[in-house]
């Protein structure tokens, strides 16, 4: 495996946690990447480069992000949202892998791709719950914020910083798991 190889499955991880936060918005970072060339898609996946499906993305990524900030609809979205993600995480991966064996790609982009993304949208559905529970939902707003900028931040790492965004990702993953600890503790 050389270094470009895993440069690239670096940026499918980052770009799959992103999903995790925003479905549409890395699919659309990632379609305006490639129909600028500024990186290289698996052939079976030029068409995301292509200007019609960077049309539909950065429409798809507006109605998005502005229907996160609809109380109610933000949390109907919460309860499409972690599959929408696992989904929009394979995509992402595969998409990005382009040297390896369909076998290997597939099974990258389904675990990690498609499980980083399903990771990361469980705990943001999870901590929009718990703002809907303990605020009535008047700190939605601050999450759906959060959870975009960090998504836009993340997208933006993984295209021009591969590497890091990996390690971004497993920071959060440390967080995520630490957080489930905390909460799963046995109550005495």
């Keep these: 495996m050389n270094i470009e190889t895993i440069i690239n499955i670096c940026l499918g991880i980052g770009l799959a946690a992103s999903a995790g936060f925003r479905v549409f918005l890395p699919l659309f970072a990632l379609s305006l990447s490639a129909y600028f060339n500024v990186l290289e898609i698996n052939e079976s996946w030029q068409w995301i480069g292509s200007l019609s499906a960077v049309i539909i993305l950065g429409v798809a990524t507006l109605v998005e992000i502005v229907a996160y900030f609809i109380p109610f609809i933000d949390n109907l979205l919460d309860s499409i949202a972690v599959p929408l993600a696992a989904f929009a995480g394979t995509i992402v991966m595969l998409s990005t892998i382009v040297d390896l064996s369909p076998e290997i790609t597939w ?82």
Excluded: D, H
Excluded at 117 to 145: C, D, E, H, K, Y
């Design 107 to 188: 099974t990258l982009a389904i675990i990690a791709g498609g499980g980083t993304a399903a990771i990361i949208s469980g705990t943001s559905s999870v901590t929009r719950l718990a703002s809907t529970a303990t605020a009535g939902g008047v700190g939605n707003p601050v999450v759906s914020t959060v959870e975009t900028g960090t998504s836009i931040i993340m997208s933006i790492v993984s295209l021009f910083l591969p590497v890091l965004a990996f390690i971004l990702v497993i920071f959060l993953l440390v967080i995520t798991f630490r957080l489930y600890k905390k909460f799963k503790k046995p109550k005495v």
